[in-house]
């Protein structure tokens, strides 16, 4: 059984610094991997989305990186900002049109 | 394109009583989920639909929840009697079956409170 777990659960920040969030999974057979963000009271809204073939993945100030092997995955954001303040969630497909396996989460506040 | 609605938003009720939560996917998305999300932790499977097929409900209380999506589109979750612990956020997502990414589209989620 697939389980997913993200360190740390909780991280506080000052502005402008560069961060790394972690994502562990236990069967390194998976399809792919999502990062997700969550506002408080909100969805979730996706954020990189990594194939089980690729290393890494950017969009901005964030690059995901996956190393299957090991089981890893990591989320690092550039210069935070106070509006990156939020819970993100790592999330694992096991394989194509499945459901996915989230972590509990990482709440970020990024103080000004 | 528009994303996935969820309605309604929030929902209050007392033990025993019962909700429904309704879904409208991304169009043309026919792989359907719900997810059940308990305060501080990640979203778990409810329920996955294929058009209006089930595919996955093996982790829905069957006792006390049911799902349905009658013509592939729509879908909804409806909880009788509600306990307690079903105080939670109700999320709907979305993707296509065909696509080789296999990426979830999600809703801006149902909150739940049982009194």
């Known amino acids: 059984k697939q389980e997913v777990t993200q360190i740390p659960a909780a991280l506080s920040v000052p502005e402008g610094e560069n961060l790394v969030l972690n994502c562990s999974f236990t069967?390194?057979?998976?399809?792919?991997l999502q990062w997700f963000r969550q506002d408080p009271g909100k969805g979730l809204t996706s954020l990189l989305l990594?194939?089980?073939?690729?290393r890494e993945q950017t969009s901005g100030r964030l690059n995901a990186s996956l190393d299957k092997s090991s089981g890893r995955s990591t989320l690092y954001i550039a210069a935070s900002q106070p509006g990156d303040s939020a819970t993100y969630l790592c999330?694992?497909?096991?394989?194509?049109?499945?459901?996915?396996?989230f972590g509990k989460g990482t709440r970020l506040s990024v103080i000004a | 394109e528009a994303g996935v609605a969820q309605s309604p938003r929030y929902k209050i009720i007392e033990k025993r009583q019962s909700v429904a939560f309704w879904c409208n996917p991304i169009?043309?998305?026919?792989?359907l989920y719900w997810y059940q999300q308990i305060l501080g932790q990640g979203p778990k499977l409810l329920i996955q639909?294929?058009?209006?097929?089930?595919?996955?409900d093996s982790q829905l209380p069957k006792d006390r929840f049911s799902a349905e999506r009658l013509k592939g589109v729509d879908s909804t979750l409806k909880i009788q009697p509600a306990k307690l612990e079903d105080s939670a956020v109700y999320l709907c997502?979305?993707?296509?079956?065909?696509?080789?990414?296999?990426?979830?589209?999600f809703g801006p989620g149902t909150r739940l409170t049982v009194l």
């Open positions: 997502a979305s993707s296509h079956p065909d696509s080789s990414y296999n990426e979830q589209f």
């Open positions: 069967d390194s057979a998976i399809y792919n």
């Open positions: 990594i194939q089980s073939s690729q």
């Open positions: 999330a694992v497909g096991n394989s194509g049109n499945t459901p996915l396996v």
């Open positions: 169009s043309g998305h026919a792989t």
């Open positions: 639909f294929q058009n209006n097929g089930v595919v996955d």
